[in-house]
Each structure stands twice: as structure tokens, then as C-alpha cells.
């Protein structure tokens, strides 16, 4: 389809990453209602699972939070200890949010042409 | 002088709403949050409390290891300093606090704090201690099932350093019934320190999962400070905060029916939206339909958030199951030692020269017969997002930025090979590729925590009444 163009999902959606010993969680927000369905078809398990490959998830899990238009991911085994055994700077694996929101998901042109539309974008650009 | 007086706002059960402020959400937070948080609740009036939330996992191991060496210690260092600018304000208008800055020691923190009222020129206070806990002398170390995120870990042949259990609400609750100015507790769940006065004030039954499970995810929301009320969530230019610098504290408003709002002081900056509620109501949880806290299992699938109004948010829908009949319990082990070292590389040529001086220290410690668990990183390029083996910086083939910081970090066993690994990114300094510069190391021993279940029948929580001698 011609009508589609790629974009961050920094653009359409927001997270928090929280961490238990070695698993981790990352919940992600559309800031629009109407982009969670399309978020619920792009950002799958599998998508994430790849996304994280190199640190090796014994498994990847959504949870879907459609009253909060938003999903719960839950990675386990990705810290390598976690915050006290960990030798990564980020022991919590608080800075993973970000590495979600750099996934790339499609998006129709006119959605993304609006940007406000999509971003939810609040006060100045 | 100020008399203290018995805390009965909250002790009698009442239809009226609750206030709950919550002036700090780790131990490290800012010392001057409490403040404005205290003088809304004052200038509501009616029935309120303050939690201050301090104690986390390694925290607590840390304090155990501090009152070894000091007896009288192993509190919250910063109880004082957190306390001293609103303890009067809270005596004189009946505002409770609880908070788990009791650490290794509540009994300890207790005891300060009626030193400090006495200097601050308040009398009666009454402080209560909640201890049991520390399970190490109770036997309950036996009856340990390793929680199943730690797959098989076992206590065989370990130090335990300290071995602690999640306590409930019902402790608290029944501190403030007995006049309470203050509640002190060592770990509890964090959540509790909000739903102790919720169960104190309104009479909620200890089976009532519903109302339980409402208070869970208020005190949950509460639980990180300012994490609801616009920290941890500034992203310019997507989400942007007022006046960050001056983030309220947030303050519950709870019902009788378990309805609630959250919100923030008038005059402080940060926000209240669903954008705040919404990432702070799933942080660090996993099953949203399924998440155990001592006192009951929170669903939050059925949660709705509307803004009602400028800063606040109203929260509903919140659904509870029957309380599990494990506790979580985090046990400390020691972790060994880490070593780190960092060196910057800047201008021309900046990433291969960093790159270079990383491989240096690997083959020098490969060539001394290094034991330890080693990993570099490049920051500016590749740090936090990757993983120890580098995979994702070898796969980053772009010409870097001209001003990098290579990082080595070393997990040992004994601090000697710590100071072996250091030394060698020291030794750059001279030996290393040209123009590095500004190194910083640092050694620290290690705590492991591992968490364990309890069975609910093997702790028996304690709650005394230190009463001001004056």
C-alpha cells in the first residue's frame, strides 16, 4: 500500500519501564485512542522479542490495557542480574523504555502528515 | 511546646473522604518535597495522613550491614532532614505519617524521632514501632520458596545478610487506632504505608477485596512521589512538565466506596493527566490482572481514568482478589565486588581510539589471567541499551561522535581483582591511545537480593508504642 509511511513509535506513544530482579516491564501508551488498534497489530510479542534479541528474553509477553489504550510488555531474564548484580550502567533497565519507542511502525500518510493528530503532541513544538 | 495529641482523625470510622499525601518516593529523594504537600492537607483540612516511602531493596541490606557496625543505626540517614521541617506542622494538625524509614532498625528510628521532637519543642509524641519483618531468627528462612522470576535460587551455604518479609496494611491501621503520631515500619509493602490509614479510617473489612484493591492501586500510584505528578516523564516537545524544578508531591483523595483522586498541591509545579496516572499505575508490574500485595491481588484491567479538572484525575474500577497466602520475602546476599573505570576520547578519530583502549584492557587482563566478569562500553555510541557481551555495539557500524566516554566495569569476586581491572584503565593514562583523559574509577562491594515465598503463618508482625518519657 502506497498510503502508508514508517515512522517512530516515540511519535505515537509513550512508556515506563519498571524492573523485578531480572525481568522487566515496559508499559506503552498510544496517546491517541485511535491509534491503539494499529499499535495492537504492529508492536507484537514477537516484534518486541526481536527487538530485544540481543539480550537474549527468555520470553516476551503483552498484556493488552485497551481502557488505558495501552499494553503491558513483560521481558524476562533481560537485565543480567539486575540492579545489584548488573554490569550494565542501567542496572534497572530504566532506559529501555526508549529503545521500545525506537521501533519503527507503519502508519497511514495522512495520519502522519497531521502530526499533532497522531503524537498527541501538547503546548509548543 | 506542642502537646501531641492522640492522631483520632483517623481512628474513628467515617464516611468522610481521606487525604493521603505522599512527601517522598525512594531514599535519595527531595528533602524539601513534604513541605507543600503538608500545608495542602492542612489547609483541606479534614482527615488526611503523609507517607513517606524510603526503604528500597538494597536499601535495606545496606542499613542491616550499617547496624553491625553502629548498633543504634541501620535507619533511613536522611529520617531527620526529611522530618525536621514538617514534624511539628503534622503534630499540631493531626496529621499522621507513616513511613518504612525504620530500615534494619525501626525501633532506632523511633527513639530519633522522639529526640527530635523533644528538640523541636513537642511533647507526647507517640511513636509506633511495626517490626517482624526480619525473619533470619524466626525459622521462616526454612520454609522459603524461591520466587519464580529468580528461577531456582537457594540460601545453601550463603551469608545472609538480611532477610526481610512484605508486611501488610493491617499492622499500620492498627498503630493509628491506638493514637499514633507517627508509624514506623521496616519493610512493608509500599502501597500499605497508604492503605494502613485508608483500613483505619474507613473501617474497611479485611476481606473486602474490592476497597482493599482500590487502596492497593492509590497507594501504588502514591508510592513513587512525584513519578505520578510529571516526574520520571518530561520528554520536551512531546511531554512537556511545568516547572520541573518544583514537581508537587501527589495527594489521594479517597472515598468511603473506593473511588479516589489523584492530584498535587496548588502552586507547585509538574501535572496530573492520564498520561501520568497511566504509565505510574503499571509501573513495575507484570500481570495487570494479577498483582500481589500482602493484603489483597489487584486487577487493574477494569481501571477507567477521567480529568476532572485541572491536575486531577479521578481513578475507578479497580477490582481485588483474595489476599495470597505467600508473602514475598527479599533476602541479601553478598555480591562480590565492581569495578569501574572511565576514560574520555573527543575530536577526530574519537570512536576507533576509544574502541582501541577497551580492547587494551581486555587483552591485558586476559594476559594477567583475569577471573572476573568484564563489559565495555563506548557512552555516546553504545552503553545502557546494550547487553555485556557488546552484541549490539558490534552491530553499530556507524562513524561515531566525536566525544566518547569508554567505560570498563568488572564483576569479581574478591576486591583485589576489582583493583586489578581499574588499574588497567588507570594505566591508559599513559599507555593507552593518544589525547584520553578524565579518568574516574570507583570500587564498590556488592549486594545480591533474591526474593523468596513466605508462608502468611510463619510472620508475626509487632506493633509498639515508644511513648515521649517527657
Redesign the interface.
Known amino acids: 500500500m502506497s498510503g502508508l509511511v514508517t515512522v517512530k513509535l516515540h511519535r505515537l506513544a509513550h512508556a515506563r519501564a519498571g524492573d523485578k530482579g531480572n525481568r522487566l516491564n515496559i508499559a506503552l501508551f498510544a496517546y491517541r485512542p485511535e491509534t491503539w488498534p494499529l499499535l495492537a497489530e504492529q508492536v507484537t510479542e514477537d516484534r518486541v522479542a526481536a527487538l530485544f534479541a540481543d539480550r537474549r528474553p527468555a520470553w516476551v509477553r503483552r498484556y493488552d490495557l485497551p481502557l488505558l489504550h495501552g499494553f503491558n510488555f513483560v521481558l524476562d531474564d533481560v537485565l543480567q542480574g539486575g540492579v545489584n548484580g548488573a554490569l550494565n550502567l542501567d542496572g534497572h533497565g530504566k532506559t529501555l523504555s526508549f529503545r521500545l519507542l525506537g521501533l519503527d511502525v507503519r502508519v497511514p500518510a495522512a495520519m502522519a502528515a497531521g502530526d499533532e493528530s497522531i503524537t498527541g503532541r501538547t503546548g509548543k513544538a | 511546646m506542642i502537646v501531641a495529641g492522640r492522631q483520632l482523625s483517623v481512628m474513628t470510622s467515617s464516611c468522610s473522604p481521606l487525604r493521603i499525601g505522599c512527601g517522598s518516593g525512594f531514599s535519595g529523594d527531595r528533602l524539601d518535597a513534604p513541605g507543600p504537600v503538608v500545608e495542602a492537607l492542612i489547609a483541606a483540612g479534614g482527615p488526611s495522613a503523609l507517607m513517606l516511602e524510603v526503604l528500597g531493596?538494597?536499601t535495606l541490606a545496606l542499613a542491616q550491614r550499617e547496624r553491625r557496625l553502629a548498633p543504634d543505626r541501620g535507619y533511613e540517614p536522611a529520617l531527620e532532614a526529611l522530618l525536621r521541617p514538617i514534624l511539628a506542622r503534622c503534630v499540631t494538625h493531626g496529621v499522621p505519617i507513616i513511613t518504612n524509614a525504620g530500615a534494619a532498625n525501626p525501633e532506632g528510628a523511633g527513639r530519633t524521632v522522639l529526640r527530635l521532637a523533644r528538640t523541636l519543642g513537642i511533647t507526647g509524641l507517640r511513636v509506633a514501632v511495626v517490626d517482624g519483618d526480619d525473619i533470619r531468627e524466626t525459622g521462616a528462612l526454612d520454609g522459603l520458596t524461591a520466587?519464580e522470576?529468580?528461577g531456582r535460587a537457594t540460601l545453601a551455604g550463603q551469608e545472609v545478610i538480611a532477610a526481610n518479609v512484605y508486611l501488610g496494611a493491617a499492622p499500620i491501621a492498627a498503630a493509628l487506632r491506638q493514637g499514633a503520631n507517627l508509624v514506623i515500619t521496616g519493610r512493608a509493602a509500599d502501597p500499605a504505608l497508604a492503605l494502613g490509614p485508608m483500613i483505619a479510617h474507613f473501617g474497611w473489612a479485611e476481606d473486602d477485596w474490592d476497597r482493599l484493591a482500590a487502596g492497593v492501586a492509590c497507594g501504588h500510584l502514591l508510592e513513587c512521589g512525584s513519578q505520578v505528578t510529571g516526574g520520571?516523564f518530561a520528554?520536551p516537545?512531546?511531554?512537556?512538565v511545568p516547572d520541573p524544578h518544583d514537581i508537587g508531591f501527589p495527594i489521594a483523595e479517597m472515598a468511603a466506596d473506593g473511588n479516589f483522586v489523584i492530584t498535587k498541591p496548588p502552586g507547585t509545579g509538574g501535572l496530573v493527566d492520564p498520561?501520568t496516572v497511566?504509565?505510574?499505575?503499571?509501573?513495575?508490574?507484570?500481570?495487570?490482572?494479577a498483582y500481589l500485595t500482602p493484603d489483597v491481588v489487584l486487577d487493574?484491567?477494569?481501571?477507567?481514568?477521567a480529568q476532572e479538572g485541572p491536575d486531577r484525575v479521578r481513578v475507578r474500577?479497580a477490582r481485588g482478589g483474595a489476599r495470597p497466602e505467600r508473602l514475598k520475602a527479599t533476602v541479601s546476599l553478598p555480591?562480590g565486588w565492581?569495578g569501574e573505570g572511565e576514560i574520555s576520547y573527543a575530536g577526530p578519530n574519537a570512536r576507533a581510539r576509544a574502541a582501541l583502549a577497551g580492547r587494551i584492557v581486555r587483552d591485558r587482563l586476559r594476559a594477567q589471567g583475569f577471573g572476573g566478569?568484564?563489559?565495555a562500553?563506548l557512552?555516546g555510541v553504545v552503553?545502557?541499551?546494550?547487553?555485556?557481551?557488546g552484541?549490539?555495539l558490534a552491530?553499530d557500524t556507524l562513524d561515531g561522535p566525536e566525544d566518547i566516554r569508554l567505560?570498563v566495569?568488572?564483576?569479581t569476586e574478591t576486591k583485589a581483582e576489582a583493583e586489578q581491572a581499574v588499574r588497567e584503565v588507570l594505566s591508559l593514562y599513559c599507555c593507552g591511545p593518544a589525547g584520553g583523559g578524565g579518568v574516574r574509577t570507583r570500587i564498590v562491594d556488592?549486594?545480591?537480593?533474591?526474593?523468596f515465598m513466605v508462608p502468611r503463618d510463619r510472620v508475626h508482625p509487632r506493633v509498639r508504642m515508644l511513648e515521649d518519657a517527657a
Open positions: 531493596e538494597r520466587w522470576g529468580d520520571y520528554d516537545g512531546f511531554k512537556d498520561r497511566k504509565e505510574q499505575l503499571l509501573y513495575e508490574i507484570h500481570d495487570p490482572a487493574i484491567t477494569g481501571v477507567e481514568l474500577g555480591g565492581l566478569r568484564i563489559r562500553d557512552i552503553s545502557v541499551f546494550g547487553d555485556d557481551d552484541a549490539l552491530a567505560r566495569a568488572a564483576a556488592r549486594i545480591r537480593t533474591l526474593s
